[in-house]
């Protein structure tokens, strides 16, 4: 029976015995026969007096496309098509080019990838890092100090507002006081800045301050019949569908009417009890202290927060010409529906101006230069998702480049906006000096652009470990997670049904004592840390002194002695068997490899150079003041010389073009000839010095190198090698399939054999 199709035969007899009979291998193998490997090879045939040229002789089908090329096309467009095929080559990954088959192509396609990638990587985290700066952390330090924990003579700091009286007497006297600073510590004034607060004296007050509230309706909950005689209102939580838009009060200002979020630009806010809306009642505070004492003081007096307020923001902002910093600051005092105030505060500093300094000029560079590699990858992506279709996206390190791609151009975009943007808001401030600077938009998308980017060179260093898989040490890691990945799976299931059941248990027995599991959120965090060994054992004992104590004694034992281990026995077994296949498996070609082969082919090369120098300066030394050029010829090809050698070198020092070197012409030929071998023996002492010991075949002859260059001429095509190759393992696979028959029938038999035996057996009994 055949186990080749019709079509398979019919291209085996095209190709004739070609494809079976290799004439390198006809005969019994010599003696003096020499296994070497030759990666990428090079001709070793080179001109001595040139730089290293690749004029070694192609294989067939390398001979047929470049022939192809030549023979049919004009100049012009054989000029685009190599420029083409070379800027082709600056995409080429280990997902475009065949490297399925030739491990060696598949490291340096990675290692290429790898040194382009540290590049690309630098270059994201110099940017990162120049968005940043070690003053910030102090900057934010000095204003939270300044506004949240300073009081003037003892009385109300922020952070220990816990009422409305208290939130007053923090408005009318510290907060005013750090808003405005008029006099040095002196007592001098500071009249040669205007009416310009500098904050520490340092830090410019940007516009005006703005105090904005929202309220609730009243009514907007039902107070129970049998106090209705006694509650006259009632205020619910905070929820925008019940917030109130009308007028109140003096109603002549903008503290009085409601303005909704589009009228004021603004946006949500989430607090620590709600999230809020961008609109409400507000009022912007005066250029001076006087103005704006005054202007607080109407306020009180005509009791602007009431029963109906939930919350308060206090916002403005500074910058900080010495470190080019903006620092927008959000005061929060919230009023619950239970009474009382709880106070917060949102501090953002950002740098909003980029190009200052000489620094910020380099960094221009830098996004130039990410622009590029941006666009690098994106055609690299597409070429890689045009060759592999919907099959790209099952590799998670495809999945992210695209997100590392994604997030990059986003950043480029956002960068963009945010410098037309600050450009927009520093001139309309500069119109309009006396008018509330809100950068808090700005502010806040500028964190997200930070958040966004440190998630970016977080991915982008994890991606580090795409190019670093051609190691086995490296790809433990990777190996262990895959297999072991549907254990956890399974096993987290039973997990976080035991977890999230102790999470109920404790926020239903101390969530109305501990604040650590007032919410649902709060009970899984606090049990994570718990898991860490950071737990407050006493609030959970004070709480429930009977259910509390057996709450975190079992919780301990089930989930950390028992749940926790098996985790971390299911990733120990299964890296104990990845490692254990690592280390039977054959040693493939590494990086080492690599370059100890380039190290060989160097200093093979370099001695060769040396051979052909001392064979041309035998031939100069005939004694005779004139050295025709037959004579030079003859001489080397006696020494195994190929003619365009013979000819490059003699006209080289021909400069009369005579053919024939006098006795000048000869000595300058021995001069450079003499120059040359000394700067060669000096490359293979330091490259041997570099790599200690480790050389090639010392003893390899210069006929020897010739004879394994021209062996290149016994190769078979590549056509051919497909075909050969294919009949090789359809034969494996016919050989794989006829044993496991054998296998089967060795089986029945065996199965025969011993209910014969049985049979036996049991005819033998009595």
């Known amino acids: 029976e055949s186990y080749f199709r019709a079509s398979e035969e019919h291209e085996l007899e095209a190709v004739g015995k070609k494809a079976w009979d290799n004439p390198v291998y006809n005969g019994s193998p010599s003696t003096s026969l020499k296994i070497q490997a030759i990666y990428n090879p090079k001709s070793i045939l080179e001109n001595p007096y040139e730089n290293f040229e690749e004029v070694g002789d192609p294989l067939p089908y390398q001979e047929k496309q470049s022939k192809a090329v030549d023979g049919k096309t004009s100049p012009f467009l054989k000029c685009c098509f190599y420029i083409f ?3 082709r080559g600056l995409w080429g990954t280990t997902l475009t080019e065949n490297t399925a088959e030739n491990r060696e192509l598949y490291v340096k396609t990675t290692l290429r990838e790898l040194l382009v990638y540290i590049v690309f990587l630098v270059d994201i985290c110099l940017l990162t ?3 940043t700066s070690s003053n910030a952390y102090y900057y934010t330090k000095v204003m939270s100090e300044l506004f949240l924990q300073t009081s003037t003579d003892g009385r109300v700091s922020f952070q220990s507002i816990g009422s409305m009286a208290d939130f007053w007497v923090y408005a009318q006297g510290p907060l005013l006081d750090n808003l405005y600073w008029t006099k040095w510590y002196n007592n001098e004034s500071l009249a040669a800045h205007g009416t310009q607060s500098y904050i520490y004296y340092e830090n410019l007050l940007l516009g005006v301050p703005r ?24 205020y619910d939580v905070y929820s925008e569908d019940k917030e109130e838009r009308v007028s109140f009060g003096l109603i002549n200002g903008t503290a009085w009417r409601y303005h909704s979020e ?45 029963r109906g307020t939930r919350v308060v923001f206090i916002d403005f902002s500074v910058y900080n010409a010495n470190i080019n910093l903006f620092c927008i600051l959000r005061l929060v005092v919230e009023f619950p529906a239970t009474g009382g105030a709880i106070p917060s505060w949102q501090i953002r500093t950002v740098k909003l101006i980029r190009y200052v300094s000489a620094w910020d000029f380099f960094i221009v560079a830098c996004e130039i230069v990410f622009c590029v590699f941006i666009f690098y990858y994106v055609v690299e992506e597409i070429l890689e998702l045009r060759i592999h279709k919907l099959q790209y996206f099952t590799s998670i390190w495809n999945i992210l480049d695209v997100v590392v791609i994604l997030l990059s151009i986003v950043a480029i975009g956002f960068h ?40 970016n060179l977080f991915f982008a260093w994890i991606k580090i470990f795409k190019y670093i898989s051609f190691n086995k040490t490296m790809t433990q890691l990777s190996s262990t997670l895959a297999r072991c990945a549907k254990d956890i799976l399974g096993f987290a299931i039973m ?173 300058q030929m021995k001069h450079d000839l003499e120059a040359k071998r ?12 570099s790599y200690g010991d480790n050389n090639p075949d010392e003893n390899l002859t210069y006929v020897e190198a010739r004879n394994n260059h021209a062996n290149k001429a016994s ?24 044993g496991s028959k054998i296998d089967a029938v060795v089986s029945k038999l065996d199965v025969l054999e011993r209910n014969k035996l049985k049979r036996k057996d049991l005819l033998g009994k009595p």
């Open 416 to 455: 963009i906006f945010r410098t037309i943007e600050v450009n927009r808001l520093l001139g309309e401030l500069l119109r309009h000096p006396n008018t509330y600077a809100d950068f808090e938009f700005l502010a806040f998308w500028q964190t997200q652009y930070n958040n966004m980017n440190a998630v």
């Open 262 to 306: 589009e009228e004021l630009s603004g946006s949500s806010h989430w607090g620590r009890l709600t999230t809020y809306s961008g609109g409400g009642y507000y009022i912007d505070l005066k250029l001076t202290r006087e103005e704006s004492a005054e202007a607080l003081k109407v306020l009180k007096e005509k009791l602007w927060l009431d």
């Open 129 to 131: 890092y120049g968005m």
């Open 495 to 667: 997990f976080f049904i035991v977890f999230f059941a102790y999470a109920q248990l404790g926020y239903l027995l101390f969530g109305t004592q501990v604040e650590n599991f007032s919410t649902f959120v709060k009970c899984i965090f606090t049990q994570f840390r718990i898991i860490l060994g950071d737990f407050d054992y006493n609030s959970i004992d004070n709480a429930n002194r009977v259910l509390g104590p057996i709450y975190f004694v079992t919780y301990v034992f089930f989930v950390f002695f028992v749940l926790l281990n098996m985790f971390l026995a299911i990733i120990n077994d299964t890296y104990s068997e990845v490692k254990e296949e690592l280390s039977s498996q054959k040693d493939e070609l590494q990086l080492s490899d690599i370059l100890k082969q380039s190290y060989n082919r160097t200093l093979m090369r370099l001695k060769l150079k040396k051979e052909r120098i001392s064979d041309v300066q035998k031939a100069l030394q005939n004694g005779t003041k004139e050295l025709d050029f037959e004579d030079f010829k003859n001489s080397l090809k006696e020494l195994g010389h190929a003619d365009h050698e013979i000819t490059a070198a003699f006209s080289r020092f021909d400069k009369d073009g005579n053919h024939i070197l006098d006795e000048e012409e000869q000595q």
């Open 85 to 87: 095929r070379g800027i």
């Open 715 to 738: 190769w078979v095509s590549k056509e051919e090698f497909q075909v050969l190759l294919q009949r090789v393992l359809q034969l494996e696979q016919s050989i794989n399939s006829i």
């Open 678 to 689: 000394v700067a060669l023996n000096t490359e293979i002492e330091n490259l041997g010095k």
């Open 211 to 234: 105090m904005r509230q929202l309220k609730v309706k009243n009514n907007s909950c039902v107070v129970h019949d049998d106090f209705k005689e006694e509650i006259s209102g009632c």
